[in-house]
Every structure is written in structure tokens, then in C-alpha cells.
């Protein structure tokens, strides 16, 4: 069985703070995601990482994909009470059957 | 990307009585899947559904509890049978776009009383 350990859970933090959110596995995945959702919605996806030792930008969220393909990190820099919500990993399998796995969620708070 | 139509999108239902989702995508899908999100927690796949032939469930999950329709390529149901206030959950259907990213519908919150 896949699993995805992604931490931390929670997360409280002042406005321009930086924070870094960690997904690990075991196992290799064909691609990792990230998704933010936000109450009463469901996840909308931010990026999708495939090569190992990927990196990409979107803005001040900079994604990580592990050389091994089987960790990736968010991190966001100068934080936003709008960064406020729940971020979530998910990894994708392979083997003639697509479907996500998703990591705990981290639940992201930016006070100002 | 998918556009992704879900009803109802919250319900409070009696325990005992049973409930059926309904997912609309606005174009044609090979593949559609359905989450649960217990309160506070991440996403469970709950079963793949394909166009013609029987959802394909996950470890935990069955088809007498969570029956599921695909009459075509752009529609599928969940039926939550027999509830308990343990259902109590948000239920999501998701379709993969493109080689990478799938799009989710907003949920439906079920409240079971």
C-alpha cells in the first residue's frame, strides 16, 4: 500500500513568515501534486512535479520533487493571510491504474 | 480544464435512509473517481467508476454501502445506502485532465442525523 506522510498537520503564522511543507513516501510515484482547497470547495490543483529533481515557481510557492521521486516540499515565502488553507499532496500511481493517494493536509493559518 | 457540476451540494438526512450524488462533467471522461472527506481529515478514494462496467472499489469500501452509476461518459452517481451519523462526511467526485492534474467537483457536505 501507498502512503504519503505530510507534515506538519498545522501551521500558525505571522504575515511574511516563511514556512516549507514536507510529503514523504516509501514508494516511487509517477507524478506528485499539490492541491489547495478552501472550505465548502473542493482541492484545486497548484502543480504537478514528474521529473526527479524537479523544482517549479508559481509566484511565492516554490514545489520540490525528490531526486528519487518519492518526496516533494512546498514552500512559501513571505506569507499572506490569502495563502490561508488547507494544502494537500497527493501522488500519483501507475501500473494501468491512475489514482491520487493524498498526504494528511496541512492546514495553513497566516495571521496578519 | 473540466468543469465538474455536483448535487446536492449539502444535505441532512435521517439514519437509516439513503442518498445519491450526482456528478455532471461537461465533457466526455474516461475515468471518474469518488472521495470521502471525514471532518478535518484529507481525501479517502472511495471507488473508480468507468463508462460499461462495474466501479472498482478500494479496501474499505463496498458496493451494497456506496453504489455507484456510470450510464455514460459525462455522469455518475453515489449512492450513500443505509446511513449512520459515521457517514457524516464530504463527498467529492474528481475526473483526471490532461496527462497530469485531476479537477474536483465542490463537494457535497452530508450531515446525518
Known amino acids: 500500500t501507498q502512503l504519503l506522510e505530510q507534515s506538519p498537520q498545522f501551521l500558525s503564522i505571522q504575515e511574511g513568515e516563511n514556512l516549507t511543507v514536507y510529503c514523504n513516501s516509501s514508494?516511487?510515484?509517477?507524478?506528485l501534486q499539490w492541491y489547495r482547497q478552501e472550505p465548502g470547495e473542493g482541492p484545486v490543483l497548484l502543480v504537478t512535479?514528474?521529473?526527479?529533481?524537479e523544482v517549479k515557481k508559481l509566484k511565492r510557492l516554490t514545489f520540490q520533487f525528490g531526486d528519487a521521486r518519492k518526496d516533494s516540499s512546498l514552500h512559501i515565502t513571505a506569507a499572506q493571510p490569502g495563502d490561508t488553507g488547507l494544502y494537500l499532496c497527493?501522488?500519483?500511481?501507475?501500473?494501468?491504474?491512475?489514482?491520487?493517494?493524498f498526504g494528511a493536509g496541512t492546514r495553513l493559518a497566516v495571521h496578519p | 480544464s473540466a468543469v465538474i457540476s455536483q448535487k446536492p451540494s449539502r444535505d441532512i438526512c435521517q439514519r437509516g435512509t439513503s442518498l445519491t450524488i450526482q456528478c455532471q462533467v461537461d465533457?466526455?471522461?474516461?475515468?471518474m473517481f469518488w472521495y470521502r472527506q471525514q471532518p478535518g481529515q484529507s481525501l479517502t478514494l472511495i471507488a473508480t467508476?468507468?463508462?460499461?462496467?462495474?466501479?472498482?472499489?478500494e479496501s474499505g469500501f463496498v458496493i451494497d454501502k456506496f453504489p455507484i452509476s456510470r450510464p455514460n461518459l459525462t455522469f455518475s452517481t453515489l449512492t450513500v445506502s443505509n446511513m449512520s451519523p459515521e457517514d457524516s462526511s464530504i463527498y467529492l467526485c474528481?475526473?483526471?485532465?490532461?496527462?497530469?492534474?485531476?479537477?474536483f467537483g465542490s463537494g457535497t457536505r452530508l450531515t446525518v442525523v
Open positions: 512535479v514528474v521529473t526527479g529533481g
Open positions: 474528481s475526473v483526471k485532465t490532461g496527462i497530469y492534474g485531476y479537477t
Open positions: 467508476a468507468n463508462q460499461g462496467s462495474e466501479a472498482t472499489y
Open positions: 465533457s466526455q471522461v474516461t475515468m
Open positions: 514508494s516511487v510515484f509517477s507524478s
Open positions: 497527493a501522488g500519483e500511481s501507475s501500473g494501468g491504474y491512475n489514482k491520487l493517494i
